[in-house]
């Protein structure tokens, strides 16, 4: 399978505590997006990178989210101290920065509950 | 205001029909303009992909872009039970960052 890989798919944890999802791009995109998704709404941009380089972060982003890609290949998010406001699909995507402009590949998805 | 507004549905047709949905936005700057299928618990995935406007056809699938009235459309021609589900618009400027997306339509297609 040589599609966007997301892991965890599914995560149950309790108000408070921290998480950690991981994204696969393709293996040759350069660019990695982040994106947040409720129920009954479109995704929700929260940051991309270009290589290791994060080019744009949403300012709906607490300081609570990080992300990071530290070799320009794989990418983690992490959210600290987990509020029930988070509870969401996480969702990873990929596209090449020359290529077919702007089309970006979408990972299945990582669910996120906050008990 | 939200940059991008979509018809929200949900729209249920029976088999055969054309389908027709559509989306509308306030961001002079989008130049690239998508539309992505959804199935439930999935992730997006990417159907008609358009530049400026004018129409861009993919088999039964019709992207239409009128930039002048910030409106797009997606046609679906001879529909399919299996052409249901949440299906997207979304947008993006030159700088080919992040897309601003539609909160989607849920079409039904009936046997």
């Known amino acids: 399978d040589t599609g966007v890989s997301q892991n965890p798919r599914h995560k149950i944890t309790k108000r408070g505590q921290n998480v950690t999802f991981r994204c696969d791009p393709i293996s040759e995109h350069n660019r990695l997006y982040w994106y947040r998704q409720t129920l009954g709404q479109g995704p929700e941009f929260l940051t991309y990178f270009q290589n290791e380089a994060q080019l744009e972060k949403s300012r709906l982003l607490s300081d609570r989210f990080s992300a990071e890609r530290p070799k320009g290949s794989f990418s983690t998010l992490e959210i600290q101290r987990t509020e029930q406001g988070d509870s969401a699909m996480y969702l990873c995507a990929s596209s090449l920065e020359f290529g077919k402009r702007n089309t970006i590949y979408f990972g299945e998805g990582s669910w996120l509950t906050v008990v | 205001q939200k940059e991008v507004e979509q018809d929200p549905g949900p729209l249920s047709v029976p088999e055969g029909a054309i389908v027709s949905l559509n989306c509308t936005y306030s961001?002079?700057?989008?130049?690239?303009f998508m539309w992505y299928r959804q199935y439930s618990r999935k992730g997006p995935e990417l159907l008609m992909y358009?530049?400026?406007?004018g129409n861009k056809e993919d088999g039964r699938f019709t992207a239409q872009v009128d930039k002048s009235s910030k409106y797009i459309s997606l046609f679906i021609r001879d529909s399919q039970p299996s052409d249901s589900a949440t299906y997207l618009c979304?947008?993006?400027?030159?700088?080919?960052?992040?897309?601003?997306f539609g909160d989607g339509t849920t079409l039904t297609v009936k046997p």
């Open positions: 961001n002079s700057a989008f130049q690239y």
């Open positions: 358009t530049y400026s406007s």
């Open positions: 979304a947008m993006t400027g030159t700088n080919a960052g992040k897309s601003t």
